[in-house]
């Protein structure tokens, strides 16, 4: 059964993907200001062009072009960087864990908030706190983790300067490292002094990430923790003279978890996304400052190759959910 | 809370949201229309030219610290440009984003959602394939490389969060429709020999139109925040114009020497896209028929 949704997921997954490159394919080369264009000094001779043309394939038919570069990217050839003359692959790859280490650390904590707030909302209903907590966590699903930075820059940068609000870790300490998993390499080398310089760096863009995720994650949970403390299971756990905590914690818990499960994976690529804007306003060499930066210098394959690993990051985040899903519910299981 | 009675309880319950309501409604259209006349007279109402730089005033703080001057009631950024100034053009740029942006995203994909919710058929099928690709797409790239593509500018900036967002309108009033398109009344319009057209227009739309409004609320505020976000990192309008995105750029970067630069246009857009969104909470709970 499980392997059966596996392999139908993996289906729509591939064709999703497809229908990705086609998008970013079409969308660079169909709006006026084509990339070669864009690649050539001014005042290339017709003759430069059309040299240029042929080495990039340009000139064979839109299909042609499309199963070329497919072919390309399935070989991990996703071009040259326009910029810095690199491959674009290296380069995306050299980002991406500074990207993943901090989108992760954002879903921890997001979930450890949201998860503590739904849980204390439960076991204080209709108190004061309860009402606080809904009011808390309206308020910062409806601003962007954009602005929330920003206010953590003002907060823990300024007013109270506990914690760096620019870098992905002290510069003196980059050659310490022999991958690009910061974090990860720290924790397995047991070097906490690294470690300490990369979480105090990392906190705040994770933070900022992470308000919205955990509003969503509190509002969800507690919901469905709300709906479940009146089924009839629940009420026997508690004559069988279980205290409340127990009741929420070890009985209620697993059954109302699943629906918030689905919707984190969901809204974690968003997360992912929301990484673009988060690490340019903490300067953390990510991804997505890399996409801004090849943006603004309109280095067409560089970006390319950034939107479509993205991609490939979203649907996978999707198909795991997916798969962790069907696995942990029972009613998929033994169907 | 000891909840013996419930009836009372639950009455009791709405009052307190019913006026929780109101307040909320007023609180975020106020500033709204404050926001609105602020940027329509900022000729006549900023006390200064947002443009003019003079480096005698720099990075004067607002008016309640040692060391301001009078007339820059919120200071000057590291230019000797007028704070509050800025703040009051910057919000013609977001207020024209909002307001163009928001509309056109709403009329296209309400228009596509009606058509897809109502006539079924292949326009449906072939709307919501469109709408899962769509969604399988991560937004903040599709605006990068959008932009990317198009070349940094407003018109960019608009069309880009027309071209991301209109899947938002049309997945919701797609539902809407295909519901209000079950009901009896639908049907009876039908009878009495009415055109396919002209039943989702006239009978339709009336009733899905609470929908779109509050999604257009919504909306305004995504474009106001979209539109910051791109003048933060210099990809929206050229930085002649103030912009709340670029005024809160510099002041990041000047954050430790005069952190009002950042403070002022991060609060006012902080306030306006909770606005925007309350008043699209608060108008759901509006047009609910169980609350009202």
Partial sequence: MILRRLLSRLATTLVTLLGVSVIVFVTIRVVPGNPIAMMLPPGAT??????????????????????????????????????????????????????????????????????????????????????????????????????????????FGVLWPVFHIS???????????????????????????????????????ALALAIPLAAIISQLLKQSLKETMHLDYVTLSRTKGYGENHVIIREALPNAVLPTLTLVGVQF?????????????FSYEGLGNMAIDAVINRDLPLIQGIVILFAVLFTVVNLFVDMLYAVLNPRLRHA | MPSSTPGFAMLDARAMVKRRLGLRLWLSGGWLVVLVVAATFAPWLAPHNPLEQDLFT??????????????????TDSLGRDVLSRIMYGARIALVVALIAGTATALIGATLG??????RG????????????????????????????????????????????????????????????????????????????????????????PTIVVLLTLEMGIAVIVEAILSFVNLSISTDFPTWGGM?????????????????PLATLFLTVLSFSQLGEGLKDRFDPVLR
């Fill in chain 1, 46 to 155: 017709e003759a430069d062009i059309d040299r240029l043309r042929a080495l990039y394939g340009f000139d064979r038919s839109i299909m042609e072009q499309y199963f070329i570069w497919l072919w390309g990217v399935v070989q991990g050839d996703f071009g040259t960087s326009i910029q810095s003359r690199q491959p674009v692959l290296r380069l995306v790859l050299n980002r991406l864990p500074a990207t993943l280490e901090l989108s992760i650390m954002a879903l921890v904590i997001a979930v450890v908030i949201g998860g503590f707030l739904a849980l204390t909302g439960t076991r204080l209903r209709g108190t004061r706190t309860e009402g606080a907590i809904d009011v808390t966590s309206g308020m910062a699903l409806s601003v962007p983790d954009f602005l929330w930075g920003l206010v953590l820059i003002l907060l």
């Fill in chain 1, 167 to 205: 870098g992905r870790i002290s510069p003196q300490l980059t050659s310490e490292f022999t991958t690009n998993f910061f974090l990860f390499e720290s924790v397995v080398r047991l070097r906490f002094d690294l470690w300490r310089d990369l979480v105090s760096h990392m906190f705040m863009p």
């Fill in chain 1, 269 to 281: 690529t968003f997360l992912i996304g929301g990484t673009v804007i988060i690490e340019r306003l």
């Fill in chain 2, 58 to 75: 720099s990075r004067l703080p607002p008016f309640w610290m040692a060391g301001a001057e009078p007339g820059y009631w919120l200071g």
């Fill in chain 2, 114 to 119: 009606l058509i897809a919710g109502y006539f």
């Fill in chain 2, 122 to 209: 292949w326009a449906d099928l072939v709307i919501s394939r469109l709408v899962d690709i769509w969604m399988a797409f991560p937004p903040v790239l599709f605006a990068i490389l959008l932009i990317a593509v198009m070349g940094p500018g407003l018109v960019s900036v608009i069309v880009a969060i027309i071209v991301i967002d209109w899947t938002r309108f049309a997945r919701v009033v797609r539902a809407e429709a295909m519901a209000q398109g079950a009901m009896d009344y639908v049907a009876s319009a039908q009878v009495a020999g009415q055109k396919r057209l002209g039943t989702m227009l006239t009978e339709i739309l009336p009733n899905v139109l």
């Fill in chain 2, 248 to 264: 809160i750029a510099e002041g990041r970067t000047s954050v430790h020497q005069a952190w009002w630069v950042l403070v002022f």
